[in-house]
């Protein structure tokens, strides 16, 4: 149906004469079969398959688009189609019996060829998770196959298209006073648990018009039954009579992928039994469009459903069946599929985006952020936006789904050790894009010429002595990759673009500023607080009189000379509190020693901070905080302060002056650069200083109010948009 609908060529390894004789019909010489000769001896029949479509193997170099159906073409598709073509999978399901019914399927075999088989599954594991990964998109028919998808793979697929149901030939008839089954009659359709179940109604009547491998056992369950009655196969026309005529249609698989039958019963008007489990549950209107008995369901369960199907209920639900059924048209099928190709014509260029540092990799799906993964976020974000007015396909390539980009668009590569020199690096070789940029880690050897990477800080090259020496060798070499690979270097503000210029020798017009954006928090804004917590009071601050501090705890930071100021500082103001919010780095534990018993092997002796400090009880270690407690904290803290004097720039400035907290910041290039007049200076690493500009906001409400104002100046002209227009224009041009 899907090839007569685009005009494209059909590929089969055979094709019986009977086998929808009106469709090969209409394909005319686009119906390509392989071969005549048909195997289907077990075991042999599988590498048969493959063996064929490897020796016809150049008729796939002739295409641009490539639609796989099966697994066998899943393979050869992904192995023997050109690297620039658009591959496209359309999967019913994965193979189960190498995942979730291994066990089950080796017991199907004899003891003696039980280990043959766990060797024959390895391999067949292998070929299918490296097929799976060539492909540019994978398409689920159901959320139930792409639930398997994840668990099996890792991976996740590209979108959801349900199967294409013939509404137009299932119509409504009569109501009758039979029950129908027309599922194939084998174990996984509990056509078996159906006959039994009406051996104990015999005043419901019901009808089985198919066949298949357990259809001798059932003839032998009802050979004296009157009520129920066995046709075996009926051609097509018998079959729209039959559902057109029926009260119910009876469907019970187990853990169905997705399933049609049902969905045809609709068509026809006719409510159905089903059962709460796979593709049934996200397609069934349960009490409307059918009844869904329990999962693993006894006889009981199905003479229970069906004693709910009466004449009339069923009768009732004829409307709503039909309109739920039009979900699952044709014509629906064929315009989902063809919005996919349109969206990824393989004519399109591609921008391929590393998008790993979506959030810390150190803490999956906890979306923790430091500002690397914050910068990464938010340009890829914008990015992805602007790219796709440009005409331009985009593919977000990440270890796990985003859940705020969308889906088709993605392309899961399950995580890994060394995900990028492995992982991505292969993807880039099986499906080159034209562009690549990354916003947070290395450039692959296999990415195209123009590729394009950001460089955050080379802070280790400048204060090396802050980084082990094993830190310091593994950014040194991603550095130099991204510089030896770039066409562009992107970085974060001008002092870190001296910096690079100056450390790797790069001319200046190689290296571009992005700026970071920022997205406003526009509903957690001081004038929009509730009046007792959080207003500022008389004397220019908040109910609650705290010095704020939110990054890293260690040295490299100078969180160190934050706690010593504020030392110094809570001497005449008892009623302040300090409050490091954000996890622990290198040397926390001597910060915490010199918050609750400082020694002299910590500081030198004659060292102003060399005594112990004794106001652990006015300052609170929060440790990592999530979001909504972080904008807690800046909403009622009185006082913003960022020693750091190692920075690239700084989010939490930004959120500061969101925030409308007055800040306090090192006197360091980047600062004056980020913060201008917005901030109040102090001299780097003077604990003495810095308690001084403590001191100071807190005296001058005058002063107070300059800051907020001047930092919300600066709010407004930052914008992730802006940032992304400037790394898309350099890529394009």
Not at 81 to 101: E, G, M, N
Not at 252 to 259: F, H, L, Q, R, Y
């Amino acid at each position: 149906m899907l090839a007569i609908e685009l005009g494209a060529d059909f590929i089969t390894a055979y094709a019986n004469s009977d086998t929808f004789p009106e469709y090969q019909k209409k394909l005319g010489n686009k119906l390509i079969p392989l071969t005549k000769r048909i195997v289907n001896i077990r075991g042999i029949r599988f590498f048969w398959l493959r063996g064929l479509f490897w020796l016809k193997r150049d008729i796939f170099k002739n295409y641009d688009i490539l639609i796989a159906s099966s697994q066998a073409a899943t393979e050869v598709v992904a192995r023997h189609s050109r690297k620039d073509a658009l591959k496209i999978v359309y999967t019913h399901t994965t193979p189960r019996r190498v995942f979730d019914q291994y066990e089950v399927s080796k017991k199907m075999y004899p003891l003696i060829l039980r280990p043959a088989y766990a060797v024959f599954t390895l391999f067949w594991k292998k070929l299918y998770l490296r097929a799976i990964s060539k492909f540019d998109i994978n398409i689920a028919n159901s959320n139930n196959i792409r639930a398997r998808i994840k668990n099996h793979t890792k991976s996740d697929a590209s979108a959801v298209i349900w199967p294409p149901v013939m509404t137009s030939k299932f119509q409504w008839i009569e109501l009758g006073d039979y029950y129908l089954s027309f599922g194939r009659v084998d174990e996984a359709k509990r056509i078996e648990l159906i006959a039994e179940a009406f051996l104990k109604m015999p005043d419901k009547k019901l009808i089985i018009c198919s066949g298949g491998p357990r259809l001798k056992t059932v003839k032998r369950i009802v050979s004296k039954a009157k009520n129920i009655q066995i046709l075996g196969w009926v051609n097509d026309e018998k079959l729209f009579d039959l559902v057109g005529r029926c009260r119910a249609v009876i469907y019970i698989p187990m853990d169905e992928d997705a399933g049609m039958t049902h969905l045809e019963s609709n068509s026809a008007g006719k409510p159905y039994l089903g059962v709460k489990e796979g593709g049934l549950i996200e397609s069934t209107v349960d009490g409307e469009t059918g009844i869904l008995i329990p999962a693993n369901p006894k006889r009981e369960d199905v003479v229970c459903g069906i004693n709910k199907m009466t004449k009339e209920w069923c009768e009732s639900k004829k409307d709503i069946c039909v309109k739920h059924a039009q979900k699952y048209r044709s014509q629906e099928f064929f315009r989902k599929f063809k919005n996919i190709i349109n969206k990824n014509n393989p004519n399109i260029p591609v921008l391929g985006i590393d998008a790993s540092r979506w959030e810390d990799p150190r803490f999956i799906c906890e979306q923790r952020r430091t500002g690397v993964e914050v910068y990464s976020k938010n340009i890829i974000t914008e990015l992805v936006k602007l790219t796709l007015k440009k005409n331009l396909r985009v593919r977000v390539y990440t270890p796990r789904t985003i859940q705020s980009l969308p889906l088709g668009m993605q392309k899961v590569i399950p995580y890994g050790k060394n995900w990028t020199r492995k992982k991505l690096n292969q993807e880039l070789f099986n499906s080159p894009p034209k562009y690549f940029f990354t916003p947070s880690y290395y450039i692959p050897k296999n990415a195209p010429k123009k590729s394009f990477a950001v460089i955050h800080d080379v802070i280790f090259k400048s204060n090396p002595k802050k980084y082990s020496f094993k830190e310091r060798l593994i950014q040194n070499y991603t550095t130099k990759l991204n510089i030896k690979r770039a066409k562009k270097i992107f970085t974060v503000s001008e002092n870190s673009r001296d910096e690079i210029v100056k450390y790797y020798g790069l001319p200046k017009d190689v290296v571009v500023c992005v700026p970071m954006g920022y997205v406003s928090d526009v509903g957690c804004r001081m004038s929009d607080f509730p009046p007792e917590a959080d207003q500022p009071r008389a004397g220019g601050f908040r109910k609650n009189k705290s010095v704020l501090y939110v990054g890293r705890i260690e040295k490299k930071k100078s969180v160190d000379v934050l706690v010593g100021a504020f030392k110094k500082f809570s001497q005449n103001n008892p009623e302040w509190k300090l409050i490091l919010a954000g996890a622990n780095g290198y040397g926390a534990d001597e910060i915490k020693t010199l918050i609750t018993k400082c020694t002299p092997r910590v500081f030198p002796a004659g060292h102003p901070l060399g005594k112990k400090l004794n106001i652990q009880d006015k300052i609170e270690m929060l440790g990592f905080v999530s979001e909504e407690k972080k904008r807690e904290l800046l909403k009622t803290s009185s006082i913003f302060v960022h020693p750091g004097v190692l920075e690239g720039s700084s989010i939490s400035l930004l959120e500061a002056f969101d925030f409308q907290i007055p800040a306090i910041v090192a006197d360091i290039k980047v600062m004056k650069e980020l913060g201008k007049d917005a901030a109040l200076f102090f001299k780097p690493g003077d604990f003495n200083n810095l308690a001084l500009k403590i001191n100071e906001l807190v005296r001058n409400k005058k002063l107070v109010k300059n800051l907020i104002e001047k930092g919300m100046e600066i709010i407004k002209q930052k914008s992730w948009k802006k940032s992304a227009e400037v790394v898309l224009w350099e890529i394009l041009k």
